[in-house]
């Protein structure tokens, strides 16, 4: 299990979020945040993102994945760990 301070399934430095390749899919959960957001995927490990009501997206190496505000979205865990960094 993927132990955080903030009880998250990624480590957080600055606006750099890594999502381990370990953490558990139950914590991988549907959510929306209170801001927009651009993550920016700075390594992908073959992880998807999924929007709510859409089909799953692979994610790419220097895709920029915008996230409006109040919209659910998760993301589907892939075969390394997950790089993003978040812009608000």
Do not use: C
């Not at 927009?36 to 700075?42: A, G, Q």
């Not at 895709?63 to 790089?83: A, C, F, N, S, W």
């Amino acid at each position: 299990m993927v132990e955080t301070s903030t009880g998250n399934p990624y480590i957080e430095e600055g606006d750099i979020r890594t999502f381990p390749v370990t953490a558990p899919d139950s914590e991988l959960i549907w959510h929306r945040d209170h801001n927009d957001r651009v993550v920016e995927v700075i390594k992908a490990g073959g992880w998807s993102y999924q929007m709510d009501d859409e089909l799953p997206q692979k994610l790419e190496n220097g895709e920029m994945v915008y996230v409006p505000k109040e919209t659910y979205h998760r993301v589907i865990k892939g075969t390394q760990d997950l790089v993003i960094r978040i812009h608000e």
